[in-house]
């Protein structure tokens, strides 16, 4: 119990704003059209390190430094192999099954390198994060694991979660000492449970108001704008999708995190509520609608800011003995074609 | 002179420090108490540009770092050496070129909506292999068949009739008589329909027999479907439904759950206008043919008003720019300006 008392709780702070945000994403983003995208490696650079910059722990802030041309080169090999494979298939259709083949032993390569590349160009105080999976683990966590919980029928999904969880914290370092993190298979099961009986309840409590709505406006118009009550139940069911999905990812995500130790004696904490984020990400969208997405740059602050602010660390010293065991950065060519083929990676 | 901490060789331990530049191409660094840590060539030091106000970063070429919170101070510092620009951030903060980047983007992306994707589309049409044609439009026909579609029950002369029509109708098509085959199935879950495939097939669905008074109204459809054949319509919308995603992907720079919730919408509102102005197309292409025959427009505006009204019965069958066919009441109306030349 004596380490747990030493531990000195340091709030994460985020200091950007929405107005600022705004003029760095639409000058970079007018820039990168009028380069007709190459300059959109260096946006990606300027809009990412102004998020990390931001973000402050223990009065120090996240540094972002990667090499934009190296960002540059992944996206023109990612769009070069994107055009072969749409060329290849569109004149040899019975080539597909190759690329696949192809594609599929490359997907553990290019979650590693993508999430190497991620950590090895994030900075805190001077030091560089680090991510060291191998392609045996990878495979084994970021596909054999999904497939298994897919076959499953779903009921190993839960346990393939936490299989990816794990391999994307416990291979997370920084100044070559590990994170890691430890929970138990049946606290996943509860979220994953939760989630399925939120979606099940809120949606057929919609079915029934449908269903009144319907029966209300048959022969006698018994409620007003009657007809407009079908239409208007509708987006309703994406809200209920959407709260259901991020009530499992931010619940597993809080599991995670508190469960998390650094260097074996540091703590994270993290206390982000799904419905908070369920209502700022249905309020950003509609927001985002209604200015033909001028207040996009202003929602993804407004959403940073809210969860970078209910995290915490636990610190059980001034972190000033952590040094750099790293010095070069791999390359960026993984995390370029899987941003491009959307493997959506993290957790 | 600015005021910032000092980081150590590869760690992250600091102490307060100063950084000036005592002379054109140097940078001298001192702890509080004025002691020398170190003196850096200018050119040798990683200096960030200035982004927003967090920290301006100077990386030495020992794996020091110095950083300041004094963005001013750094800038006023770097004056005139060309080193850590500030000029992005310039523009960023300038309300006018801000207002400039709003236009800019607006108007690249109305342009890439309303030309550039339609252009692009419509030339990926014109390239594919007709091998790959056949191929997708045989893809398309055998899942419908497994699924939706069975074997007609149309009597052979009435087949034999409709195959006559088309051949009326196919004169006046831009490609050879035997590229539009007509394919009957029997579709109850579908109900009435006709749709054309890329390679020149058109089936017509058994259910839609029963609503037609005259040959002129199947005319009407068969002149319809074969322009879709004619301008390459279905492929042109294969090719948009990757483009618009593509494009999508490429203005907001990242796929963050808020970023697919909030694109989703726009890409289908977006397509959905394609497929409408391709039915307009069709629809005219449609009414030149029947007038070239000798025929009323008006016959395939009856139909539709009969379709209309079986499919969507009194309601309506809800808000046209959510469909992919244009409200049935203006088809119709431009049908019936068709009619007198």
């Not at chain 1, 007709?36 to 809009?47: L, M, N, Q």
């Not at chain 1, 390569?109 to 683990?137: C, H, K, P, Q």
């Not at chain 1, 997405?293 to 602010?309: M, N, S």
């Not at chain 2, 409408?276 to 395939?300: I, V, Y």
Request: glycine share 8%; aromatic share 12%; proline share 5%.
């Amino acid at each position: 119990m004596e380490g747990e008392n030493a531990l000195i709780r340091h709030d994460f702070e985020f200091r950007g704003s929405g107005r600022e945000y705004f003029g760095i994403w639409i000058v970079n983003l007018a820039l990168s059209l009028i380069t007709f995208g190459i300059y959109s490696a260096w946006a990606k650079v300027r809009t990412q390190r102004y998020l990390y910059g931001n973000t402050y722990v223990a009065g120090h802030s996240l540094d972002y430094d990667p090499s934009p041309w190296r960002i540059l080169i992944g996206r023109i090999i990612a769009v070069s192999a994107f055009l072969a494979y749409s060329v290849a298939v569109g004149f040899w259709p019975q080539t597909i099954g190759l690329f696949y083949i192809g594609f599929g032993l490359l997907i553990p390569w290019l979650i590693n390198s993508s999430l190497r590349f991620s950590a090895r160009n994030t900075l805190y105080r001077n030091i560089r994060f680090d991510f060291v999976g191998r392609y045996s683990e990878a495979l084994v966590n970021y596909v054999i694991w999904p497939i298994v919980g897919y076959v499953s029928l779903f009921l190993l999904l839960p346990r393939a979660r936490k299989a990816r969880d794990y391999y994307y914290i416990n291979k997370h370092a920084y100044g070559g000492r590990p994170f890691q993190t430890s929970f138990s298979t049946g606290r996943i099961y509860l979220i994953y449970l939760g989630g399925v009986a939120l979606f099940l309840g809120l949606g057929a409590l919609l079915v029934a108001v449908s269903a009144w709505a319907d029966a209300a406006t048959g022969d006698f118009k018994t409620v007003p704008f009657g007809d407009y009550l079908g239409f208007a139940v509708l987006p309703l069911y994406f809200i209920v999708y959407t709260a259901a999905v991020t009530f499992i990812d931010i619940m597993v995500f809080n599991l995670t995190v508190n469960h998390t130790t650094f260097d074996e004696r540091h703590k994270l904490a993290s206390r982000v509520s799904p419905w908070m984020v369920t209502w700022i990400v249905v309020t950003n969208f509609l927001l985002t609608l209604l200015t033909i997405g001028l207040f996009y740059p202003f929602g993804r602050v407004r959403l940073t800011r809210y969860q970078t602010e209910r995290l915490s660390l636990m610190a059980a010293s001034d972190l000033d003995e952590y040094t750099s065991e790293l010095s070069r950065a791999n390359s960026a060519i993984g995390e370029e074609v899987a941003g491009f083929f959307d493997l959506g990676i993290g957790l | 002179m600015i005021e910032g901490r000092y980081f150590q060789p590869r760690s992250a331990r600091f102490s307060p420090a100063r950084l000036s530049r005592p002379e054109k191409r140097m940078l001298r660094l001192e702890g509080q108490d004025g002691a020398l840590i170190g003196e850096f060539r200018l050119k040798r030091v990683r200096i960030r540009e200035r982004l927003g106000n967090i920290p301006r970063r100077f990386r030495f070429p020992d794996g020091g770092m110095f950083e300041t919170m004094d963005n001013d101070g750094a800038d006023a510092l770097l004056a005139g050496t060309g080193r850590g620009a500030s000029t992005l951030d310039r523009l960023e903060r300038s309300l006018r070129w801000v207002a400039l980047s709003v236009v800019i983007v607006v108007a690249a992306i109305y342009g890439f909506a309303a030309y550039g994707i339609p252009l692009l589309a419509d030339e990926l049409a014109r390239v594919t292999p007709p091998n790959v044609i056949t191929f997708i439009a045989q893809q398309s026909l055998k899942t419908l068949d497994g699924r939706v579609l069975s074997p007609t029950t149309l009597k052979p002369e009435q087949k034999a009739k409709a195959q006559a029509i088309l051949e009326k109708a196919a004169k006046h098509g831009h490609l050879p008589l035997k590229t539009y085959r007509l394919v009957f199935r029997n579709a109850p879950h579908v109900g009435p329909n006709a749709f054309a495939l890329p390679d020149g097939e058109i089936v017509v669905t058994d259910q839609l027999f029963p609503l037609i008074k005259s040959d002129s109204e199947l005319e009407g459809v068969l002149a319809h479907e074969i322009a879709h054949v004619d301008r390459r319509h279905g492929l042109q919308s294969i090719y948009q439904a990757s483009l618009v995603p593509a494009a999508i992907a490429v203005m907001t720079g990242d796929a963050s759950q808020f970023g697919q919730l909030a694109t989703l919408l726009p890409g289908i509102l977006l397509q959905s206008s394609y497929r409408r102005s391709f039915e307009q197309q069709a629809d005219d292409d449609a009414a030149e043919t029947l007038k070239a025959n000798g025929e009323d427009p008006a016959s395939l505006a009856h139909l539709l008003l009969r379709l209309d009204a079986k499919v969507c019965g009194k309601t309506g069958c809800g808000p046209s720019w959510l469909s992919s066919h244009p409200a049935t009441i203006d088809r119709v109306n431009r049908l019936m300006g068709e009619r007198k030349p």
